[in-house]
């Protein structure tokens, strides 16, 4: 593709020749101000020099259509049921017009930055300085701190291009959306001493209190993969190595998997895995340093969660660590290039296999992220799930939302969490406690702003809110909006070996990795049985897989300061708290496949 566009770049630029006159630039997007808590730091000067990887993306062409196919194939009983598409036929469906291209190539070549550019399958790609960016969007970009962690990062609150591409391009990153993303780990219960884990593990049990393989009393305590597997039925359940199904967990923000503490932490809780290991993908420069201080728990904690259950739990299925570079090592010390969804999503799409199931631990608030870019990511989800894969991704630990001032500053709203909201995600909201099992109060969940809600799951949305009319709160959540989360796992006081010490770790950051690994055991089944994977999940879990979830109907989820009782409660069926429930993989096992555990 770069040859392609070396040549287009000649074609056009004998056109075009080195002039701007005739662009009627208009702003393309904008922002009031950047999203709290990012200030303008305004006694800090901008280097212009500084390298900026600018990502231009062109409109897709029948993305209905491409949608509509994706959820023909990820429904049961349809005709074309898990007849997954390969990359050729997605990108023949929806490749941006040769026109789209054209146009695009002709601005860059006006402003003579031809010699910077390449083309990746939509993008067009920049590769210069934010001098560069300037001069192409006619904006100033300027330094903006978080103040609540020293960080730095190079934005605009507003961008222009020329009115002639408002139909051909649909983002321009990074410009607008500022990184907000975050590990969804709950830092209440991130640091808790040894010496406390031990005991709570070895709260006094009895055989009375173990029911078919489940400790109760230990693990109402705390949670072990012994806990998992007993509690959601496939401690007997074996995958297979070979058959070609993997699970995979997203890494971000320099959060780095840890060999050594995977070891201890498979001879501790799963002795009978002795050996499992994982492998590292590096995108777009990311790294997996291997860190033995003591003092580095924000950049494992997150990493070696999300390894050590996905792997323990889906063992012996294949395991990658995806680690995604966002802020590369430059100086001046500010980040420019933190857009890792786009690199992590782009990336993925480039290889000719993609492992299964993805979990994702991170996330930002729906509210922070433009829309443009919501959209864009979400796109690229759909087509990722178009190739046979499911992602999973954590709810968030915010409740239905923290603080209701923030969204809009005229009134109170909750505040969903993104990518949780991307109706190609299947989102994992939080339990605690086994007998019974009940929603935890931090579990993520509420309605969409941006996305609408899919057709897969009314029938269940809409007999929430019929039973369920809450006329005092409705004005704070958009109840057309897509709902999640679709499911629910355990999210509290998860043992996890952190640079070799045993720490307790709490989070819907937990969860995911828990029912992606469920999801992983039960593609492992159907491979061996002749069927096909389950690609984009949410359409089977709604009609076919809900007869094999635990309906949670106990605990109620957290709220803002400003709305007294806010928050939503766990109910009979589907709630904005814990989804359709916790899995029984016995259950699920016999919806997916018929087979009888």
Not at 61 to 89: L, N
Not at 256 to 261: K, L, V
Not at 431 to 448: D, I, K, L, N, Q
Request: net charge negative; with cysteine.
């Amino acid at each position: 593709m770069k040859f392609l566009l070396i040549a287009s770049l000649c074609a056009v630029g004998a056109i075009a020749g080195t002039s701007q006159a005739g662009l009627d630039y208009r702003v393309f997007e904008s922002i009031p101000a950047a999203p709290a808590p990012w200030v303008v730091k305004e006694d800090a000067d901008i280097d212009l020099k500084h390298s900026i990887k600018l990502r231009i993306h062109l409109k897709n062409r029948d993305v209905a259509s491409f949608q509509q196919k994706v959820m023909d194939i990820s429904t049961p009983d349809h005709p074309t049921y898990g007849r997954h598409m390969t990359q050729d036929e997605i990108n023949g469906m929806i490749s941006p017009s040769k026109n789209a291209f054209d146009s695009v190539l002709e601005w860059i070549v006006s402003l003579q930055l031809e010699g910077k550019a390449r083309v990746e399958n939509d993008w067009v790609i920049l590769t210069g300085t934010l001098e560069d960016a300037e001069k192409l969007l006619q904006t100033k970009y300027q330094l903006f701190e978080n103040p609540k962690t020293g960080k730095l990062a190079a934005r605009t609150l507003s961008y222009s291009i020329p009115e002639k591409l408002y139909a051909h391009v649909d983002l321009i990153a990074p410009t607008i959306k500022f990184p907000t993303m975050a590990p969804e780990v709950s830092a209440l219960h991130g640091n808790i001493a040894a010496e406390y884990v031990s005991q709570a593990f070895t709260a006094a049990s009895s055989d009375s209190d173990v029911h078919d393989g489940l400790d109760v009393v230990a693990c109402n305590s705390t949670i072990t993969p012994a806990c998992l597997e007993a509690l959601y039925k496939f401690k007997h359940f074996r995958a297979s190595r070979r058959n070609g199904n993997e699970i995979a967990l997203a890494g971000f923000l320099e959060q780095y998997a840890q060999h050594d503490d995977l070891d201890q932490f498979i001879g501790t809780y799963a002795p009978d895995q002795a050996g499992a290991n994982f492998s590292t993908v590096l995108i777009n420069g990311g790294l997996n340093t291997q860190d033995n201080d003591s003092d580095q728990y924000q950049k494992i904690g997150e990493a070696n969660l999300d390894v050590q259950y996905g792997l323990s739990l889906a063992y012996p299925t294949p395991s990658t660590y995806f680690s995604t570079a966002g802020r590369p090592p430059e100086v001046p010390d500010y980040e420019v290039d933190n857009e890792p969804y786009l690199e992590f999503l782009t990336h993925l799409l480039s290889l000719k296999k993609i492992p299964q199931v993805i979990s994702i631990s991170y996330g930002d608030a729906e509210w922070t992220v433009p829309r443009s870019y919501a959209y864009t990511v979400c796109d690229l989800f759909a087509q990722v799930a178009a190739r046979g894969v499911t992602f999973l991704a954590s709810s968030g630990d915010g409740g239905s939302g923290s603080d209701c001032s923030v969204t809009d500053p005229t009134k109170l709203l909750y505040t969903p969490a993104f990518p949780a909201s991307c109706p190609w995600i299947t989102a994992v909201g939080g339990t605690r406690y086994v007998e019974p099992e009940r929603a935890v109060s931090f579990s993520g969940g509420g309605f969409s702003d941006i996305f609408p809600r899919p057709p897969w799951q009314s029938n269940a949305v809409n007999a929430y809110l019929t039973a369920h009319p809450d006329p005092a709160f409705r004005q704070y959540y958009n109840i057309s909006g897509r709902a999640y989360p679709d499911v629910s796992a355990q999210g509290v006081y998860y043992h996890t070996i952190l640079n070799g010490t045993d720490r307790l770790l709490s989070g819907t950051s937990a969860s995911a990795p828990t029912f992606a690994a469920v999801v992983a055991l039960l593609n492992s089944d159907r491979i061996s049985n002749g069927l096909p994977v389950f690609g984009f999940l949410n359409p089977w879990i709604y009609s076919k897989g809900v007869s094999g979830l635990v309906d949670i109907t106990a605990g109620k989820q957290s709220g803002c300061w400003q709305v007294l009782g806010s928050g939503f409660q766990a109910v009979a069926g589907w709630d904005p708290v814990t989804g359709l429930g916790t899995p029984n993989f016995k259950k699920l096992r016999f919806a997916s496949t018929g087979i009888q555990s």
